[in-house]
């Protein structure tokens, strides 16, 4: 495992401030851009380095993301999917292209694929279309008919954190999550709120009090968990949507003097780089992002050189990574 003596030389940054910003300390006074090193250079840390292939021809590839770089750092699940697309995509020779929204058909006439990543709106797919490119999507797929893409078993995965705590003896279990917004602009429920809800519902564990929805950020998990825990009847663990939420958990539960874990469970989910420099390391669902950024390579390489006209799905899965965060109530 990476220390972050490793992180911070890669980063050209100070140990300090590789620890500030892998706990989202708001205080700290560093640039977007330093904190992109330091996120990124966590990232590298955590992938095994892949052998340069010079079978394969050099092609130019567009890669085209739905998110701005401070949505990245708020929450590194597309850092880090980003940065072993890119590797992967360098390591096999690719000349990599950054498609931006000035962009046209007639500048992107000379790539010969594109990896789309993240949710995109109606009119970024319109554009994608009008491209005429091969295409796979990471993280989502507009059109299962016209592209390839890759994709995350969430309810596999949140069945998982469900299925682990109930283990440990946790009968009040809360969820702190989001609300997803499609291509089209349309807002719905995240699909682990829908499988939790419906998990504990079959068992009777339900509790509709221990649900909060906000946003996908430290601040967020924050507000929300101090405000859960000051009730006189709080949950004993929380399921929480991504890792960046639990940074926010964490700093209310110190605040308020609950211990982690022995006053509250939490299990996270992405396995974010820093989850393993929490205090106390973070129990959490690890998502494949190198194995999601891997894939989407081969699968675009793939359709490139045989014109494959059936689209494909891969569907990843994930597994949970058992840390410090989370305890029993049955001793």
């Known amino acids: 495992m990476a220390t972050i003596k490793d992180i911070a030389d890669l980063a050209q940054v100070s140990i300090t401030t590789v620890s500030r910003v ?20 966590a990232e590298e840390l955590a ?29 590194t699940y597309y850092l880090s999917i980003r940065v072993s697309l890119e590797k992967k995509l360098k390591s096999n020779g690719f000349e990599l292209y950054r498609v931006g929204k000035n962009d046209t058909k007639k500048s992107l006439k000379k790539i010969d694929g594109m990896i789309c990543l993240g949710t995109f709106k109606k009119e970024d797919i319109h554009f994608i279309k009008e491209l005429d490119k091969i295409c796979v999507f990471v993280d989502s797929n507009p059109d299962s008919s016209l592209f390839d893409s890759v994709v995350i078993d969430f309810n596999s995965a949140t069945t998982s954190a469900l299925h682990y705590l109930i283990e440990l003896g946790h009968k009040d279990i809360g969820f702190i999550g989001g609300i997803d917004t499609d291509m089209f602009g349309n807002r719905f429920k995240d699909l682990r709120q829908d499988v939790f809800e419906s998990y504990l519902k079959e068992r009777k564990l339900y509790k509709e009090e221990y649900v909060r929805i906000g946003g996908y950020n430290p601040k967020d998990g924050y507000t929300i968990s101090k405000e859960m825990l000051r009730n006189a009847h709080r949950p004993t663990a929380l399921f929480v949507a991504n890792d960046t939420i639990a940074v926010g ?83």
Do not use: W
């Open 22 to 41: 892998l706990n989202y300390d708001e205080t700290l006074n560093v640039s977007p851009e330093t904190r992109k090193r330091v996120f990124e250079a």
């Open 47 to 75: 992938y095994k380095m892949v052998p340069k292939k010079k079978t394969k021809p050099k092609k130019k590839i567009g890669l085209y993301y739905s998110f701005s770089l401070e949505e990245e750092l708020v929450d």
């Open 249 to 331: 958990c964490y700093k209310a539960a110190y605040e308020l003097g609950v211990k982690i874990p022995d006053e509250l469970s939490i299990v996270g989910f992405n396995d974010v780089a820093a989850s393993q420099y929490m205090v106390p390391p973070l129990t959490t669902i690890k998502l494949y992002t190198e194995v999601m950024g891997e894939t989407a390579v081969d699968l675009l390489f793939e359709r490139i050189s045989t014109r494959r006209e059936v689209c494909k799905k891969v569907i990843i899965h994930t597994k949970l990574i058992e840390r410090e965060s989370t305890r029993s109530l049955k001793d």
